[in-house]
């Protein structure tokens, strides 16, 4: 029998609530202190952390360098278990406190973009790519981003909180979000089979926003799900996940703004090609 929880009149803060978030969770918004943010070079500037959210604006980014667009940028490390997503330079960006935040800065008052998909819409907009302009097949890819954007944070905050994070394994939170999961990666794998992309037969920004999420989840580069999900048996899910990892603006945005991992895959900050490309030198053949 679990432990009944009646939830008082009132709820109140608990800082020593545990997991390994508690201490940067607050019940309020706004800045802790004061402390501007650097800015690089290029037009873009990029604050962000390798997490899935972050890797979608890299891996992003990258795709557009690797089409030829004038897509430089600057990717700032912002360390939101050190809390500095609170800072006063940040939350001018986004009063959400959330990485990733985008600031354009080819305005004569730079514009700060916020929310991984709207970012992710704004740079396919800016530079014509990757969100087709037929407003049919533009549905389509609206559709699963915006699906991507509703479902992660059931995978996120939903499951990989319970699974991974949380001070102790909550059984009925995990049951509850495992079913969940494993019901999107069915519903994507339905999609799969019969699309070689996730809104149809091109790479678009849905599957730049869905990978970090469910293709790191299947190759088991998330919460070490793998076997617990039995995510080999989404072999759809797999194929797209594998097709996607192969590409190499995927290996390269993959990486930054990330400090776990192994050496080959950590650049803390990325300023132009050749810090990628210095990293990536060190992967074993
Ligand atoms: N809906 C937002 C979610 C962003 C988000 O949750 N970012 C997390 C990291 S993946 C974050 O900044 N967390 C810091 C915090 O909660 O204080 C998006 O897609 O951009």
Not at 8 to 13: D, N, Q, V
Not at 163 to 183: L, N, V
Request: aromatic letters at 12%.
């Amino acid at each position: 029998m679990l432990e009944q929880y009646i939830p008082p009149e009132i709820w109140t803060h608990d800082a020593e609530s545990g997991g390994k978030w508690a201490s940067i969770n607050r019940p309020v918004s706004g800045a802790t202190h004061e402390k501007t943010l650097p800015i690089g070079e290029h037009a873009l500037q990029l604050y962000s952390m390798g997490t899935p959210n972050g890797q979608k604006i890299t891996i992003m980014l990258e795709e557009l360098l690797a089409l030829g667009k004038d897509a430089q940028y600057d990717a700032h490390m912002i360390k939101i278990g050190e809390g500095d997503q609170f800072s006063s330079g940040f939350v001018t960006i986004n009063p959400n406190s959330k990485i990733p935040v985008l600031v354009d800065s080819s305005y004569a008052t730079p514009l700060p973009v916020f929310e991984s998909a709207s970012i992710l819409v704004y740079l396919a907009e800016k530079f014509d790519v990757l969100l087709p302009k037929d407003i049919v097949k533009r549905a389509q890819v609206m559709n699963w981003l915006f699906w991507l954007h509703g479902s992660a944070p059931y995978l996120g905050g939903g499951f990989g909180h319970f699974y991974s994070y949380a001070p102790e394994k909550f059984e009925y939170a995990i049951d509850r979000f495992t079913m969940e999961i494993k019901r999107q990666l069915d519903v994507l794998d339905k999609q799969l089979a019969n699309n070689e992309f996730i809104a149809g037969d091109e790479l678009s920004i849905a599957d730049i926003a869905t990978w970090p999420w469910y293709g790191n989840l299947v190759l088991g580069e998330l919460y070490s799900a793998k076997e617990f999900l039995q995510a080999e048996d989404y072999t759809h899910v797999q194929r797209w996940a594998k097709a996607m990892l192969a590409r190499p603006a995927f290996q390269r945005g993959r990486i930054v703004n990330k400090t776990w991992g192994e050496a080959w895959e950590q650049l803390e900050n990325r300023h132009n090609a050749e810090d990628i490309d210095k990293v990536l030198a060190l992967q074993p053949k």
